[in-house]
């Protein structure tokens, strides 16, 4: 049961590979486990040329939609996405 809860937990790595191949044009993110490790509480920041355009909420949609399996898991998550400029 204990490798169970191990094999399952979620980590600031798996949301980062997620959402770098789910947005366009990643230009840095920041995830933060604030859980002491248990991977129930995270914040993220992410700037992507994705955002450019968008409103808050549908910003904050796709990085839902990008990590929506590990979302079950995570009791909090904050979330602060910023539209990068094109390079």
Same mark, same amino acid.
């Given at each position: 049961?204990?490798?169970? $809860? &191990?094999?399952?937990?979620?980590?600031?790595? /798996?949301? !980062?590979?997620?959402?770098?191949?789910? *947005? !366009?044009?990643?230009?840095?993110?920041?995830?933060?486990? *604030?859980?002491?490790?248990?991977?129930?509480? &995270? !914040?993220? #920041?992410?700037? %992507? #040329? !994705? &955002?450019?355009?968008?409103? $808050?909420? %549908?910003?904050?949609?796709?990085?839902?939609? =990008?990590?929506?399996? #590990?979302?079950?898991? /995570?009791?909090?998550? +904050?979330?602060? +996405?910023?539209? =990068? +400029?094109? +390079?």
């Amino acid at each position: 049961i204990l490798l169970q $809860l &191990f094999k399952d937990m979620i980590t600031p790595e /798996i949301l !980062e590979s997620k959402i770098k191949t789910s *947005l !366009e044009g990643v230009q840095s993110i920041k995830v933060t486990d *604030l859980s002491d490790g248990c991977g129930s509480k &995270f !914040e993220i #920041e992410i700037v %992507a #040329e !994705e &955002f450019i355009g968008k409103p $808050l909420l %549908a910003q904050h949609r796709l990085v839902h939609k =990008a990590i929506e399996e #590990e979302r079950k898991s /995570i009791h909090a998550l +904050t979330l602060k +996405t910023i539209p =990068a +400029t094109k +390079t």
